[in-house]
Each structure stands twice: as structure tokens, then as C-alpha cells.
């Protein structure tokens, strides 16, 4: 019979690291790395880090801050879809100067698959086969993402993620979910590093489901719904 210790120590190698607790829930990573590096201390401010990237991409950052995040039903071709992203993951305070790689001041990079079109399921894991390549090919911690246009494209590719057992080093988020992160942060009830948190992969947690919770909790009643409590 072991120690209270080594039961300890085996349940967070079972379960993960935890990260983020949230309204209740835990949420936890597998990679140590990532865990550590999400629950220390952040070395620089995202003002000290964008002051390191090139000025140009300095004053682009700053614009993208002005700039209208166009909603999911005004997205109509694929260079739109990419463009919005790009202009997301500015708002979301990433560095966003590679392609498709996001870079964040708590050193993690995200790691993007858009995904426009919808995808059958063979081919949706021919896509979670490739993401999964690409992400063998970076040397610092890193987190895939999927971000599909709609909720049906983002349930197949989720399906296809755990289908291939890499739910542990990708996720998946609707354009949609992507949107209303964008509008929890820029409203205060999120930082960087909580954004940084929903999209690394997170065990038994889907990104939309914790966000439903999250704009439950978070988000303001209408004025018909305080209307209709006060009558009652």
C-alpha cells in the first residue's frame, strides 16, 4: 500500500496538470511544460512583448486594435475566413507574423489549421495527420487548433481528433466560439494567459462547451429576461 504522497503524485500523472479553475471546473494539460508555463508567473507583459517583434509588426498589431472582427455569417470566401483569423489572433494579443502560427507572451505557440469548407470524416483525419506533422516540426511548446467555419465542421474534426487519440496535443473551435472569446476579453472578464489556456489541449474539455459556461456566468441578462424576473 503506498503513501498518501505516491497516490498524489499518480493521480496527476493519470489526470494532468491543472491549469486554469474555472466556475467549478478544473482544467488540466498533460504536458508538464505547458502546464508550467501557463501557471508560473508571465516574465514579460504582452506590452514588453510586442516591443521585441519588428516595428513594423508593432504598429500592425496596434491597428488590428481598431480594426471591426467581421461576424461569423459576414465571412463569404476563404481569403476572408484566413484574413478575420489573422485579425482575431491580433485582438487576442498573439503575434501572428508567421503563417499560421500564433506566438504568445506566455511562450507557447498555436499552432492553426483553417478550415473553410466542410470535411467528411476520412478526410477530416487526413487533416488531424498533417496538423500533427506540422506540430512535430516545432521545437518550442506548442498547441494545435482547428478553427472551422461552422459547428457541424468543428464536430466532425473533433470527431476525427478522437478517433486518432491526439485530443492531447490538438483542439478544435468554431470561428463562431473563436468570436465570442474575442468578445470576452475585450469586455474584461478574460486575459491573454485565460486565452491561452482554452486553446491548448485540455483533458475532457471542448472548447464551445466551456465557453457556454463561461458567457452563462459571465454575460449580462436582457433586459426582457430582468423585466420578466421582476414581474415574477
Request: hydrophobic letters at 40%; one cysteine or more.
Amino acid at each position: 500500500m503506498g503513501s498518501d504522497k505516491e497516490e498524489k503524485v499518480q493521480e496527476k500523472k493519470d489526470d494532468g496538470y491543472e491549469v486554469l479553475k474555472v466556475f467549478g471546473l478544473k482544467l488540466k494539460v498533460k504536458d508538464p511544460k505547458i502546464a508550467d508555463l501557463l501557471t508560473t508567473d508571465v516574465k514579460e507583459d504582452v506590452a514588453t512583448f510586442r516591443s521585441k517583434l519588428g516595428a513594423s509588426e508593432t504598429e500592425e498589431s496596434e491597428d488590428a486594435d481598431k480594426q471591426h472582427v467581421l461576424p461569423p455569417e459576414e465571412i463569404d470566401s476563404p481569403e476572408r475566413f484566413q484574413e478575420e483569423i489573422n485579425l482575431l489572433g491580433r485582438r487576442l494579443e498573439f503575434d501572428v507574423g508567421l503563417r499560421e502560427i500564433w506566438r504568445s507572451s506566455t511562450g507557447i505557440a498555436v499552432v492553426l489549421k483553417p478550415v473553410f469548407s466542410r470535411l467528411g470524416f476520412e478526410s477530416a483525419k487526413e487533416e488531424v495527420d498533417r496538423l500533427a506533422k506540422k506540430l512535430a516540426q516545432i521545437k518550442n511548446e506548442k498547441a494545435g487548433l482547428f478553427i472551422t467555419r461552422d459547428a457541424i465542421a468543428c464536430d466532425i474534426i473533433k470527431a476525427a481528433i478522437r478517433s486518432t487519440n491526439l485530443y492531447h496535443i490538438m483542439r478544435v473551435v468554431s470561428y463562431e466560439n473563436l468570436y465570442e472569446l474575442l468578445q470576452l476579453k475585450e469586455s474584461g472578464y478574460l486575459k491573454h494567459r485565460q486565452v491561452v489556456t482554452l486553446m491548448v489541449p485540455l483533458s475532457n474539455v471542448d472548447v464551445g462547451e466551456l465557453l457556454n459556461i463561461i458567457k452563462a456566468v459571465a454575460t449580462p441578462t436582457t433586459l426582457e429576461e430582468y423585466l420578466l424576473r421582476k414581474k415574477s
